[in-house]
């Protein structure tokens, strides 16, 4: 009998990091729960990371993947974006890396083809798709669509040899 694998999927954000939780069971998936993650923007960035952290670990603790997702970084023109993008992403990757969960990392073209079909489309295409691959899911900002779209591409692409390699360090 085959059991259920829960996934966190991360969408890291400064300001807000979304979050979804899925179950797949061989190809069925099905929605636990989903939200957003927020920091004080007005806080220094050290307390925010901590704001990240500590609101990601009470979410692992809480729901008990069995493994992690995590959309890769994109570089855009502005440095300082992408400079604390990659902080929250380092908290992103940390804390289910501090719960010993096997966490893969997807770039957002990935993530896409693999919901929506094409390497390239909008927040409503994922909203969109997310809804009819999760028909019962809930989610309260854009953040947390992407997080459970990274979840969904993570149970599609699981089992493959390159993912296996990525996990395991």
């Not at 829960?6 to 300001?15: A, V």
């Amino acid at each position: 009998m085959q059991t259920a694998t829960r996934i966190f999927g991360i969408d890291p954000g400064l300001r807000n990091t979304g979050w979804g939780v899925i179950e797949t069971k061989g190809s069925s998936l099905a929605f636990v729960a989903a939200g957003t993650v927020r920091s004080d923007a007005r806080a220094p960035l050290g307390e925010r990371l901590r704001q990240l952290h500590e609101g990601l670990s009470a979410l692992i603790s809480d729901y008990a993947p069995h493994e992690a997702a995590v959309e890769q970084t994109f570089v855009n023109r502005d440095a300082q974006a992408t400079l604390k993008l990659g902080h929250a992403r380092g908290v992103a990757l940390l804390v289910p890396a501090l719960a010993g969960l096997p966490i893969a990392e997807y770039a957002p073209n990935r993530v896409k083809k693999t919901v929506i079909g094409v390497g390239h489309g909008d927040k409503k295409q994922i909203r969109l798709m997310v809804n009819m691959l999760l028909p019962k899911a809930r989610f309260d900002s854009d953040d947390a669509a992407d997080a459970l779209a990274i979840a969904i591409c993570h149970a599609n692409h699981r089992g493959s040899s390159e993912l296996k390699i990525a996990a395991s360090f």
